[in-house]
């Protein structure tokens, strides 16, 4: 069964702290994504990384950062938190090859819901 | 104008009822669209997937894509309780590697 694991369910921070949310995938995927949704604003993509040590910049990476040392670890960093980042955070997974050239689904963790104070 | 655009609802049904839940696009670059299903507390699961135009239909649930119009919809039939959650729909110019652009989910409430 396929399994993404996000290292936390719930997380209160005071601001100003430093952040770490780990996310861990065992489906020897390629592809790892990290998402903040937000009600009225849906999932909005922060960072993703096609490969170990590979990241790219999503739609509002502002205030993050991210780490991939191991395939199966994705972690997203906040630097400093701010209360604005009080959000659901979702990490997804998917593979980077498709023989059969269908779609590669995206595999999501059941999210963590941080609070900043 | 967004690129994907969903209505939040809530969208209120009783048991049996047939839904229709729809996205609309702007970007004509966009060769696969999916349904997620998201339950209270829970991370999105896929639904359903289409590739271009067509239908698909899968047990009680049909995903209908039209290119031209830009318009995809997901239609539930025999709605049950169970049925109950948020759909997002997403959309995706590649088959893989890349991230998905959602829309911002539509709540579902199917009473008994």
């Known amino acids: 069964d396929v399994k993404v694991t996000q290292s936390s369910r719930y997380l209160v921070k005071r601001t100003g702290e430093k952040v770490f949310l780990e996310c861990v995938q065992d489906?020897?995927?390629?592809?790892m994504f990290w998402y903040r949704q937000d009600p009225g604003l849906g999932l909005r993509l922060i960072y993703f990384?096609?490969?170990?040590?590979?990241?790219e910049k999503g739609d509002i990476p502002e205030g993050y950062s991210v780490s991939r040392e191991k395939k199966e670890r994705f972690s997203l960093i906040l630097e400093s938190a701010s209360t604005n980042q009080t959000s659901m955070y979702l990490c997804?997974?998917?593979?980077?090859?498709?023989?059969?050239?269908?779609?590669?689904?995206?595999?999501f963790g059941p999210g963590t819901r941080l609070t900043v104070l | 104008q967004k690129e994907v655009e969903q209505d939040p609802g809530p969208l209120s049904v009783p048991e049996g009822a047939i839904v229709s839940l729809n996205c609309t696009y702007s970007n004509s670059a966009f060769q696969y669209f999916m349904w997620y299903r998201q339950y209270s507390r829970k991370g999105p699961e896929l639904l359903m997937y289409t590739y271009s135009s067509g239908n698909k239909e899968d047990g009680r649930f049909t995903a209908q894509v039209d290119k031209s119009s830009k318009y995809i919809s997901l239609f539930i039939r025999d709605s049950q309780p169970s049925d109950s959650a948020t759909y997002l729909c997403a959309m995706s110019a590649h088959q893989a590697g890349t991230a998905l652009i959602f829309g911002k989910g539509t709540t579902l409430s199917v009473s008994s």
């Open positions: 990384s096609y490969d170990v040590k590979m990241k």
């Open positions: 489906m020897d995927h390629e592809n």
């Open positions: 997804a997974s998917s593979s980077g090859t498709s023989p059969g050239g269908g779609y590669n689904e995206q595999f």
